[in-house]
């Protein structure tokens, strides 16, 4: 007698890569040290998640305004967070490895805490199509 076996799980679905976009402004310092950070994880994701396509890319927010729109960027460093058209994070962040860590994990994972109203306005929901062809660091 022969057992049956289960049928095999069926092939996961194609993963949209995840956009890690930083917006941040030449002149500024914090600037300068986080985009170091930004690569570092990166690197560290690429290893650790190698499942979860990811796209890390840098937006000096004055050089490349037209990307930007009318979004007012006050605080450095501003993180956004998206799969496809689908933000899932937009807003700054302390300027600490660890806050862009559990950001881009909890993203990777789906648990993702639904972006607040700032970051469901016209402007901040077109960024990841206009990000979309945008170079990765």
Do not use: K
Request: hydrophobic share 45%; charged share 25%.
């Amino acid at each position: 007698m022969t057992s049956a076996r289960p049928p095999a799980p069926a092939a996961p679905a194609e993963t949209r890569p995840l956009l890690v976009a930083c917006l941040c402004a030449q002149w500024c310092r914090t600037c300068d040290a986080y985009r170091e950070t930004l690569v570092a994880l990166r690197d560290t994701m690429r290893v650790v998640h190698p499942e979860a396509p990811m796209r890390f890319v840098w937006v000096d927010i004055e050089d490349e305004s037209e990307l930007i729109g009318d979004l007012d960027i006050e605080d450095f460093p501003t993180i956004l967070l998206a799969r496809d058209e689908r933000v899932l994070f937009f807003g700054p962040v302390m300027p600490h490895a660890q806050t862009l860590d559990r950001l881009v994990r909890n993203a990777i994972t789906e648990h993702a805490t639904p972006p607040p109203a700032h970051a469901r306005t016209a402007d901040v929901l077109a960024l990841p199509a206009r990000l979309a062809s945008h170079p990765e660091i």
